[in-house]
């Protein structure tokens, strides 16, 4: 049989990798049933609407320090949850990871919960809590902190793993207790990629916030769910331009601490 | 006697002083956070108490009650529709402007513009672009559509453009000497050399959508499984439902995280 050459068999498989793909995305939009010509004609739509009512004036600006109080809540929330949560993460992780595990059942089982804490989406932890904790700050506060905690235990077992497999093996040779292995070297060499991490998912809950808060009534979320309901526009898109300046905010600031630490 | 010398074994210096400092801010601020939380008359124990008869209601005793097992699995799947399409949507689009966000093909203001652009994009959370687009579209799976690939694309033009980037000028240069014009070399060698990033950034953002595609269900009307578990939630107040339903959800998302793990082991080899 004649043998296709490198560039047509290339170019074939590419097509048919284009194909499928088409057909997929055909087949979605049916069983979505999703409307392109709205899609598309709803674009100018929005642009129309929102150059004509979407943005903050005079009387929206007065609502400025009850925003910014929301939005406090909202960052000191990110926050507390992404620290405790990576804090557990750690301890969880060094009995977890390869290098340092007591227990290989242990850390089967550890990185088994693990899986299940980030694999349910944040916003079906918030409604779950919703069941113990109604609409209080501890509802959002759990929801990041579970999802927070699945995910910091299976980076930072890859953080130790990579990292300081070479020094612990060093310590155990010398005859280092295991207590002593964990202080001296596993902590140390793990906590620049640690903090880095506690940063990233900073940035990650105050977006989840946002759409936790809408579910439970708290935050920053709220203060737009509330505006946005009330059709109060003005003041809702006061809420996206604080968002927006205070996420780019952290952003730059963590970025810098990465590149100083890492 | 002999002189005595100390040798510092750890010595300090702008790294590891950032490090303390941001620790201790972080202590800091955690401790701060829990003063001002918002109760709202909730106890925390009784809540903490509740949490474990919650949880086995949940994940012991899943059963539906509303809806069919076969509503359930549409449901699960209109989801993962959605996810699948705004991240088909904002792929293809980010395809194009990534070419025009790389510095290494394209003019350098125009890559600022765009960057600059996609990072307004990418700061307002996906949830308040789907609720924009609500207004003119109407509650429903067109602004959910519109909102998330909006944010999938912003997301993707960074992720694309900073592929391109990466990539082995040579190749670029080599093209450029024989002849070729920009089309060609985005097609002969940006295109194919930075496949396998797009691919795995496209992926990433399937498994991201699939759960933005849950929460949009349940906090603007996008339908689908997201829209169940608001109702077993605040409506029907069942917890049992809910479990059956976080199982479901439960099982895609591990069946993806699997099949991204299985890619990224079968590239490093």
Redesign the interface.
């Known amino acids: 049989m004649h043998k296709l050459d490198f560039f047509t068999q290339k170019r074939l498989s590419f097509g048919l990798f284009v194909m499928v793909?088409i057909v997929?995305?055909y087949a979605?939009?049916i069983?979505?049933?999703?409307?392109v010509a709205?899609?598309f004609t709803?674009?100018p739509?929005?642009v129309?609407?929102?150059t004509a009512n979407?943005y903050p004036d005079a009387a929206a600006i007065k609502k400025l320090p009850a925003i910014l109080a929301k939005l406090?809540?909202t960052i000191?929330?990110s926050?507390?949850s992404a620290?405790?949560a990576s804090f557990f993460a750690f301890f969880v992780a060094i009995f977890g990871a390869q290098t340092t595990r007591i227990n290989v059942w242990f850390s089967v089982f550890a990185r088994g919960i693990a899986?299940?804490f980030r694999?349910?989406?944040?916003?079906?932890w918030a409604?779950?809590?919703?069941?113990?904790?109604?609409?209080?700050?501890?509802t959002g506060?759990f929801a990041l902190f579970f999802v927070t905690f699945g995910f910091m235990v299976r980076v930072l077992i890859e953080t130790i793993d990579e990292v300081s497999t070479d020094s612990v093996e060093a310590l155990r040779a010398t005859g280092a207790s295991y207590f002593a292995i964990i202080t001296q070297s596993v902590i140390p060499s793990c906590?620049?990629q640690l903090?880095s991490w506690?940063?990233f998912m900073i940035e990650t809950n105050i977006?989840?916030a946002?759409?936790v808060g809408?579910?439970t009534g708290?935050g920053i979320?709220y203060s737009?769910d509330i505006y946005?309901k009330s059709l109060n526009?003005n003041a809702a898109s006061l809420v996206?331009v604080v968002?927006?300046i205070s996420?780019?905010a952290i952003?730059a600031v963590s970025n810098w601490?990465r590149r100083?630490?890492l | 006697m002999q002189p005595t010398t100390t040798i510092i074994v750890r010595p300090w210096n702008a790294a590891t002083l950032i490090l303390r400092i941001t620790i201790i801010s972080l202590v800091i601020i955690t401790g701060y956070a829990f003063t001002t939380f918002n109760t709202r008359g909730v106890d925390f124990w009784a809540g903490v108490d509740m949490l474990g008869s919650n949880f086995s209601a949940l994940l012991l005793t899943p059963y539906l009650k509303n809806i069919t097992f076969d509503v359930m699995v549409h449901n699960l799947f209109i989801t993962i529709g959605l996810g699948f399409l705004t991240t088909i949507f904002g792929a293809a689009i980010a395809l194009g402007l990534a070419l025009l966000a790389a510095q290494n093909l394209a003019p350098r203001w125009l890559t600022i513009i765009i960057k600059g652009l996609t990072a307004f994009v990418r700061a307002v959370p996906t949830v308040l672009w789907v609720l924009i687009f609500a207004v003119s579209a109407g509650l429903g799976s067109v602004a959910a559509v519109l909102g998330m690939t909006f944010h999938s694309a912003g997301y993707l033009i960074k992720a694309y453009s900073e592929s391109f980037e990466e990539i082995d000028n040579g190749t670029n240069e080599a093209h450029k000497a024989s002849g070729a014009n920009w089309l060609q070399i985005v097609f002969k060698a940006v295109l194919t050399s930075s496949a396998t990033a797009l691919l795995s950034w496209t992926f990433l953002r399937f498994e991201i959508n699939f759960s933005t595609a849950i929460a949009m269900g349940a906090a603007a009307g996008a339908g689908g499984i997201g829209y169940d578990m608001f109702m077993a939630s605040g409506f029907y107040l069942n917890l049992h439902e809910m479990g059956a339903f976080t199982y479901a959800v439960l099982a895609f998302a591990i069946v993806l995280e699997a099949g991204a793990t299985r890619y990224k082991a079968s590239l490093s080899k």
């Open positions: 793909l997929l995305t979605t939009i069983f979505t049933e999703y409307n709205k899609g709803s674009i739509k929005a129309r609407w929102a979407f406090s809540d000191l929330m926050v507390a620290t405790v899986t299940v694999n349910i989406d944040v916003s079906a409604l779950i809590l919703l069941f113990s904790f109604g609409q209080s700050s501890f506060y906590l620049p903090v506690v940063l977006r989840s946002t759409l809408i579910l708290t979320g737009f946005y526009y996206i968002i927006v996420v780019s952003e601490i100083a630490v």
